[in-house]
């Protein structure tokens, strides 16, 4: 372990050289990936030197107890020698979840798309939980939240609602949130007490820069409509909702949340980016997948991943087979021991790839 923590120390030290260089500060995409792995790289070194100090304590008490000269002195050794004993293990465990090599996409924004499903209005009231739940666990992290594009539901929440969140690691902490949500609850419209089982999906997309994808105008039919409200009546008169529909791949991407033509032209490019990005990422996903059986990481959007049973107070991650009963928590943002759980089983994973090759 000593050795890795001397390899990374050295990668680390021409790293910081490099991020203060002209040349590299001018390169904006290299520098943001410098920038990067130096967070990554300072996190597993402060790790290090933790570890080497307890090293340190270990040695030190061993030699005082081969001495044996002062008998309070021994004592006082054995204690720390336990103590060191007991840390050791817990921190090269630390250590080697630090040195799993992460996903350049992990560092990224995102884009949430988040659609009803199955059940009607209940589904739509679910996708405005399901929204809510995201926004207030972005602002526990210190994320920013905006809203891209929305489609209100005809008794409150959502038929479709696409939101962006800015902040440090974020598609890394929620690219887990991908695939079918499920809800068992009586619904407000439901008269006679019977629990409806209704669904919705979220797709969480990295962010693409615009150095990531390119997308050339000739390639994009543009097409301005008038904005809609709940109900889907007219709000404005004005032809503010902006349609992009990238030609050669046939994805669409639209936006009508701002009065500003302009502002919504650069919001609905903004999601079209991040979908044609994601969908190269998907295809990437789909070849990793093939090669390993993965728990977490497949990217398949059409999965049931979580179920959140009202009756019970139960949320259950079908994934990884966490249960937690806890669901007016969760709900309400809390999905802290979610995420932390499925990190990591897909890091459990790569570190089980890592020692069979």
Same mark, same amino acid.
């Given at each position: 372990?000593?050795?890795?923590? %001397?390899?990374?120390?050295?990668?680390?030290?021409?790293v910081?050289?490099?991020?203060?260089?002209?040349?590299?500060?001018?390169?904006?995409?290299?520098?943001?990936?410098?920038?990067?792995?130096?967070?990554?790289l300072?996190?597993?070194?402060?790790?290090?030197?933790?570890?080497?100090?307890?090293?340190?304590?270990?040695?030190?008490?061993?030699?005082?107890?081969?001495?044996g000269?002062?008998?309070?002195?021994?004592?006082?050794?054995k204690?720390?020698?336990?103590?060191a004993?007991?840390?050791?293990?817990?921190?090269?465990?630390?250590?080697?979840?630090?040195?799993?090599?992460?996903?350049?996409?992990d560092?990224?924004n995102?884009?949430v798309?988040?659609? =009803?499903?199955?059940?009607?209005?209940?589904?739509?009231?679910?996708?405005?939980?399901?929204?809510?739940?995201?926004?207030?666990f972005?602002g526990?992290?210190?994320?920013?939240?905006?809203?891209?594009?929305?489609?209100?539901?005809?008794?409150?929440?959502?038929?479709?609602?696409?939101?962006?969140?800015?902040?440090?690691?974020?598609y %890394?902490t929620?690219?887990?949130?991908? %695939?079918?949500?499920r809800?068992?609850?009586?619904?407000?419209?439901?008269t006679?007490?019977?629990?409806?089982?209704s669904?919705?999906?979220?797709?969480?997309?990295?962010?693409?820069?615009?150095?990531?994808?390119?997308?050339?105008?000739?390639d994009?039919?543009?097409d301005?409509?008038?904005?809609?409200?709940?109900?889907g009546?007219?709000?404005?008169?004005?032809?503010?909702?902006?349609?992009?529909?990238?030609?050669?791949?046939?994805?669409?991407?639209?936006?009508?949340?701002?009065k500003?033509?302009?502002k919504?032209?650069?919001?609905?490019?903004?999601?079209?980016?991040?979908?044609?990005?994601?969908?190269?990422?998907q295809?990437?996903l789909? =070849?990793? =997948?093939?090669?390993?059986?993965s728990l977490?990481?497949?990217?398949?959007?059409?999965?049931?991943?979580r179920?959140?049973?009202? =009756?019970?107070?139960?949320?259950?991650?079908?994934?990884?087979?966490?249960?937690?009963?806890?669901?007016?928590?969760?709900?309400?943002?809390?999905?802290?021991?979610?995420?932390?759980a499925?990190?990591?089983?897909?890091?459990?994973?790569?570190?089980?790839?890592?020692?069979e090759?």
């Open positions: 372990m000593l050795d890795k923590i %001397g390899i990374v120390k050295q990668r680390f030290d021409e910081s050289d490099l991020i203060i260089q002209p040349t590299i500060i001018t390169d904006q995409k290299r520098y943001i990936k410098l920038t990067k792995e130096y967070k990554d300072k996190n597993i070194v402060e790790k290090g030197d933790e570890y080497k100090q307890v090293i340190e304590n270990l040695n030190e008490a061993k030699e005082i107890i081969a001495d000269s002062d008998a309070e002195m021994v004592e006082m050794a204690m720390q020698l336990e103590e004993k007991e840390e050791i293990p817990k921190l090269e465990e630390a250590l080697k979840f630090l040195m799993v090599p992460k996903s350049p996409e560092a990224k995102i884009v798309e988040i659609r =009803a499903g199955t059940g009607g209005d209940e589904a739509s009231i679910f996708a405005g939980d399901l929204y809510r739940m995201y926004t207030k972005a526990d992290k210190g994320w920013k939240t905006e809203i891209e594009d929305i489609s209100y539901g005809t008794s409150g929440g959502f038929k479709e609602i696409i939101f962006s969140i800015t902040g440090s690691d974020v %890394g929620m690219k887990f949130e991908s %695939g079918v949500h809800v068992q609850r009586v619904p407000q419209t439901e006679q007490g019977r629990v409806h089982t669904a919705a999906t979220v797709m969480v997309l990295p962010e693409a820069e615009e150095f990531d994808v390119e997308v050339k105008n000739s994009v039919r543009i301005y409509f008038c904005s809609s409200g709940p109900g009546q007219s709000v404005n008169t004005t032809y503010s909702a902006v349609r992009l529909t990238h030609v050669p791949t046939g994805i669409v991407a639209q936006c009508q949340d701002q500003s033509q302009h919504n032209k650069d919001k609905a490019f903004k999601v079209l980016r991040t979908r044609i990005y994601e969908m190269e990422l295809k990437k789909e =070849a990793d =997948a093939a090669k390993r059986n977490v990481s497949s990217g398949d959007r059409s999965a049931k991943i179920t959140y049973n009202y =009756a019970q107070g139960r949320v259950t991650d079908h994934r990884i087979g966490l249960t937690l009963y806890d669901l007016s928590n969760i709900i309400n943002g809390d999905i802290h021991k979610i995420v932390e499925l990190e990591l089983a897909e890091n459990t994973e790569k570190l089980k790839e890592m020692n090759l």
